[in-house]
């Protein structure tokens, strides 16, 4: 079975910097979209960042481009997000989200994945 185990979230004050990890097993994910999303209650989930493993593309949400960086490493089979300047509206929970192929313009929407992790909270005060 594909899992994805989100790591990392935790309290930060505003303007600091996390880490977000996510380790994938049950499959390799060379040639998927691996992406973050995050999700307030209320609200629904929006798509931070993602990026094709296979090489070649990322992708940000306005709100977080200039902020945040996703990365891959391939060999580890973990996704990461690096926030740094963190706002009290980044606070949320953050899900790892995969799916078959490259990511195309509809990265952000949380439908088109198939697998999900069971996230990761990270509040910004």
């Known amino acids: 079975d594909v899992q994805l185990v989100e790591s990392g979230g935790a309290s930060v004050e505003a303007g600091g910097s996390l880490t977000l990890s996510c380790a994938a097993s049950g499959s390799t994910f060379d040639t998927h979209c691996m992406a973050w999303f995050r999700q307030v209650p209320g609200k629904e989930r929006e798509g931070v960042a993602a990026i094709y493993t296979g090489g070649g593309m990322t992708a940000y949400a306005d709100s977080v481009k200039g902020r945040f960086t996703i990365s891959q490493d391939n060999a580890k089979n973990t996704l990461y997000l690096q926030m740094n300047s963190l706002k009290p509206e980044d606070t949320a929970m953050y899900y790892c989200?995969?799916?078959?192929?490259?990511?195309?313009?509809?990265?952000?929407?949380?439908?088109?994945?198939?697998?999900w992790g069971q996230g990761t909270q990270v509040t910004v005060s």
């Open positions: 989200a995969a799916k078959g192929g490259p990511c195309r313009e509809t990265w952000s929407v949380s439908t088109a994945y198939v697998y």
